[in-house]
């Protein structure tokens, strides 16, 4: 037997986290077509056909016109539906058997988590920056401060759905979780109000809308532009629904790394 | 000297005062439910052994593994990777492991692949290194997916090389793979342990353990029935045994039978394990009252099987090398196995 001798081993800073690996998962996301299509390519097409060069889309709305008013709707359609197929690819990976293998290397759990929405904030913000940037081509007008304040709106909210990605990756053991949370979250889109205006609904409906997870996050990111007073409603919906989603995740996620 | 965090206290590569195993497992049980996949397994692996877990299916190799490597807690005892617990030796680089399935992104080329793991280690080797010396440098771009199975599992190999560990797991590395894909990866293994690098593989095969191990590791029904070199473990599995039924105090003399290996007792039932039976079979129909004479010969399965099932039977005590011996249910040694020396 050789004299036993261990060299010095380091541990990674920061548990893992390093920007190779966030940019390795944005090419990851990018590669897949079906990602693309859903977060950068439909929003962009829904707005284009129902937002703007329509007959109300040069009405007013606020101190905008209506579609402006419809594009903020898509921007946050498409970031949410972004950010949870994001969360999402946990799903993937573990069905892959990725998350094993994670876990023979110093990648500490939560560096993972980090990376995983850093990436959803990314997709997020591409998806509005398509939809804005569709918008300003098509004749879409605001002032400039509901631009940005919309934008962050929609950007800080979508994130919520990335927990609600993670939580339904890490809950449903499918390769293809996306199959199922996509018409999900078109519902989900439609009972918020951000395909049509809730008032054509029904008042059953119309209650119920308004405890469903886009439907605060609509309210609050259309506010700017309606110059509508801040909601109280609209933001415990917010609050609630990201606690909801985010404990989930957590709930899971905890029982993921505790397995086996 | 290293303390419990594994960080030296005087510079780096100092050695320590003793010995430092690189695998310790004291008392290790683990069970799922009702089923006990690991029932008490005391193991201690000392650096530069190229160790095989040999064992059938459900004889707890995986289970095992999955706990040296950190994947899975024990529900008794204790285990120790280079006297640290299994996540702090993984965290560090000084254990990796080629697992049997999975662990890899189809969307990811081979190139990517190497190059995000080697992100997560603090230290690695160069990332254009592996690939080659695991012989996959000339499929560098092609995506993981479209990679066979002998490839994604040399990509699996290059991924555990990265950085430099002392310690190496392989889990039934060439399940799946054909013969050739099979030499390939184990001569791409070799070449590495030549090294110096510790190793623990599992393995059904007991061609593979032979081949490549200098120590195999019986396992079966979650405990270690044999520990001894290839040609120990092979004495076990080889040669025939002779069974006869024989009464009185005969039994007495039997322990000069040329060319037995062991004897054991039943009743009037003798059983000799020979690597020559026809001299057993010759001596007991000439120099004993033996009758109803039976040879069968042994396998693997079969070691398994004497090395498991009667506990109360004990082989006759003979001179046995010192690591190879069989364990009763309570994982102390019970009776030696004996292994002649120099069967191969």
């Known amino acids: 037997m050789t004299t036993m001798i261990v060299p010095v081993r380091r541990i990674p800073p920061l548990g893992g986290f390093n920007l190779t690996f966030l940019a390795l998962e944005i090419r990851r996301l990018l590669r897949n077509s079906r990602t693309v299509i859903f977060t950068l390519v439909l929003p962009v097409v829904f707005f284009l056909i129902f937002g703007a060069h329509q007959s109300y889309s040069s009405e007013r709305a606020g101190s905008g016109n209506v579609e402006a008013f419809i594009m903020i709707s898509m921007a946050v359609y498409g970031a949410m539906l972004g950010t949870t197929a994001t969360g999402a690819m946990v799903s993937v990976e573990r069905a892959q058997g990725w998350s094993r293998q994670l876990r023979l290397t110093p990648l500490k759990p939560v560096a993972y988590i980090v990376i995983k929405v850093l990436t959803a904030t990314l997709v997020g913000l591409a998806s509005i920056a398509a939809v804005y940037l569709a918008g300003a081509i098509t004749g879409a007008h605001m002032p400039v401060s509901v631009w940005v304040e919309t934008a962050l709106i929609a950007w800080i909210g979508s994130l919520v759905f990335a927990a609600f990605g993670l939580f339904m990756g890490y809950l449903l053991p499918s390769e293809n979780v996306m199959q199922i949370l996509g018409p999900v979250l078109a519902l989900l889109a439609f009972l918020g109000g951000l395909f049509i205006p809730l008032d054509v609904l029904g008042e059953p409906f119309r209650t119920l809308a308004r405890f469903t997870p886009m439907y605060g996050l609509n309210q609050l990111v259309h506010a700017p532009l309606m110059h509508d007073a801040l909601s109280f409603g609209a933001v415990i919906n917010v609050v609630l629904w990201a606690a909801v989603f985010i404990a989930g995740a957590a709930w899971r996620f905890r029982r993921d790394t505790a397995r086996v | ?344």
């Open chain 2, 1 to 344: 000297m290293i303390n419990r965090h594994g960080q030296p206290t005087n510079g780096p590569n100092s050695a320590q005062d003793h010995v430092l195993p690189s695998i310790r497992l004291r008392g290790v049980q683990k069970n799922f439910g009702p089923v006990r996949a690991v029932r008490g397994i005391d193991l201690t692996v000392d650096a530069g052994d190229v160790v095989a877990f040999l064992g059938p299916n459900g004889a707890g190799k995986t289970t095992t593994i999955d706990m040296i490597l950190g994947l899975a807690r024990p529900n008794a005892g204790n285990v120790e990777v280079y006297g640290m617990p299994p996540a702090d030796a993984v965290s560090r680089g000084l254990v990796t492991a080629v697992m049997q399935t999975g662990g890899l992104l189809r969307d990811l080329t081979v190139a990517e692949t190497v190059r995000l793991v080697s992100t997560l280690f603090a230290d690695t080797r160069p990332i254009d290194e592996v690939p080659s010396r695991a012989g996959i440098a000339d499929i560098a771009n092609r995506r993981v997916g479209k990679c066979s199975g002998g490839q994604q599992q040399r990509l699996r190999f290059a991924l555990a090389l990265l950085p430099d560990p002392e310690l190496l797991i392989l889990d039934e590395p060439t399940t799946g793979m054909d013969v050739e894909g099979r030499r390939e990866f184990w001569s791409a293994i070799r070449e590495d342990t030549e090294r110096g690098r510790t190793v623990l593989f599992a393995t059904h095969y007991l061609e593979e353990a032979d081949a490549y191990a200098d120590r195999i590791v019986l396992l079966s029904r979650g405990r270690i029935v044999a520990d001894g070199t290839a040609a120990q473990v092979k004495a076990l599995a080889a040669g025939r045994t002779v069974r006869a039924t024989l009464t009185g105090p005969e039994t007495a003399s039997l322990r000069t039978v040329p060319g037995a290996d062991s004897i054991e007792v039943r009743g009037d039932t003798i059983l000799v394990h020979a690597t020559d039976s026809d001299d057993v079979a010759r001596y007991l129909l000439n120099h004993t009252a033996a009758r109803d004479l039976e040879i069968t010969a042994r396998n693997l399965e079969d070691a398994f099987l004497a090395l498991t099932a009667d506990e109360a039977a004990n082989a006759d005590a003979s001179t046995s090398p010192a690591r190879c011996s069989q364990r009763d249910p309570s994982g102390q040694t019970a009776s030696t196995v004996t292994v002649g020396e120099g069967k191969r």
